[in-house]
């Protein structure tokens, strides 16, 4: 049974930093992509960040480049979004997931169930 399970969510002022993290188990991701999407109270979930879990190339979303960074550890089974630089406007439930390419929900198969991050202003 595949499970990711989110952490590291909280509350932030803007201008500060967060770290989330999911840990990933009951198969193996290396063929998979791992994203992280957020949704918003009233709005669609959205793609953030994604890498390749085999490559570690990876892909951003314009509204977080430069700011956000994802990474993975192979030997843990563990994706990472660090969140620098934090507006009121990244607040959201940040959802990791895996799947089978890069910027579409569709077309992630498994999702965590989310971790909330609070931005103030």
């Not at 791992?34 to 918003?40: C, E, L, N, S, T």
């Amino acid at each position: 049974q595949v499970q990711l399970v989110e952490s590291g969510g909280g509350l932030v002022q803007a201008g500060g930093s967060l770290r989330l993290s999911c840990a990933a188990s009951g198969r193996t991701f290396s063929n998979y992509y791992m994203g992280w999407f957020r949704q918003a109270p009233g709005k669609e979930r959205e793609f953030v960040a994604a890498i390749r879990w085999s490559s570690g190339s990876t892909y951003y979303a314009d509204s977080v480049k430069g700011r956000f960074t994802i990474s993975r550890d192979n030997t843990q089974n563990t994706l990472y979004l660090q969140m620098n630089s934090l507006k009121p406007e990244d607040t959201a439930n940040y959802y990791c997931a895996a799947g089978v390419s890069i910027y579409y929900s569709r077309n992630y198969n498994y999702w965590g169930q989310g971790t909330q991050v609070t931005v103030s202003s």
